[in-house]
């Protein structure tokens, strides 16, 4: 138990220092992960509109998928699960 308390300790440190000493980089990289995220929504989720269905496109693959329909909600991709 005492090994592990050190080894707590002594990561806790370690840790704090380095947050310290890359704040500016850690924030400026969450951030970047973030805007891209925003950027890229609208085309990892499809919000189907009320009384419509939906099949997939798939533009750098083999196109129409037609052995699924969507129905109205927000779809997403069944393969990447």
């Known amino acids: 138990m005492k ?11 370690r840790s704090n220092v ?11 990289l969450f951030l970047l992960v973030i805007l891209i ?9 499809i919000s189907i509109k009320p009384g419509d269905l939906g099949v997939l496109y798939r ?13 109205e909600g927000a779809a997403r991709d069944p393969a990447v699960q």
């Open 37 to 45: 995220f925003a950027f890229f929504f609208n085309r990892m989720v």
């Open 59 to 71: 533009w750098l693959g083999e196109g129409t998928v037609i052995d699924t329909v969507y129905r």
């Open 18 to 28: 380095f947050a310290r000493r890359h704040a500016m980089t850690l924030i400026s």
């Open 3 to 13: 090994f592990f308390r050190e080894w707590s300790a002594s990561f806790t440190s």
